[in-house]
Nanobody, 124 residues
Framework: QLVESGGGLVQPGGSLRLSCASSKLTMNYYAIAWFRQAPGKEREGVSCISRDDSITYNAESVKGRFTISRDRVKNLVYLQMNNLKPEDTAVYYC???????????????????WGQGTQVTVSS
């Protein structure tokens, strides 16, 4: 249902912008979250945005570096990642939850729709 893009290899301190798109979901009606999973680690929530964009949350590990945003015309959600660190290396997933309230959570089980993931590698 969802397709992520924009991952790649970047040096520490660099930036990437991930995109989350859907040809089937009108994402303006959904809370969207980004998760990541590094090898040998559990999937963790990174950022989320409410359906009306009024609420965003970021994990402590990415605060001040990552920003989630939405383009309602293009039906896209972005994750701008700045000052990347080697510990940000992971597969990044976007997820969607249809909701009638303006909130978002970073609990994987709350999201029924997922993308296939995009690899982000931060290394010199």
């Amino acid at each position: 249902q969802l397709v992520e893009s924009g991952g790649g290899l970047v040096q520490p301190g660099g930036s990437l912008r991930l995109s989350c798109a859907s040809s089937k979901l009108t994402m303006n009606y959904y809370a969207i979250a980004w998760f990541r999973q590094a090898p040998g680690k559990e999937r963790e929530g990174v950022s989320c945005i409410s359906r009306d964009d009024s609420i965003t949350y970021n994990a402590e590990s990415v605060k001040g570096r990552f920003t989630i945003s939405r383009d309602r015309v293009k039906n896209l959600v972005y994750l701008q990642m700045n000052n990347l660190k080697p510990e940000d290396t992971a597969v990044y997933y976007c997820a969607a939850e249809f909701t009638t309230v303006n909130m978002c959570v970073m609990t994987a089980g709350s999201y029924p729709y997922w993308g296939q993931g995009t690899q982000v590698t931060v290394s010199s």
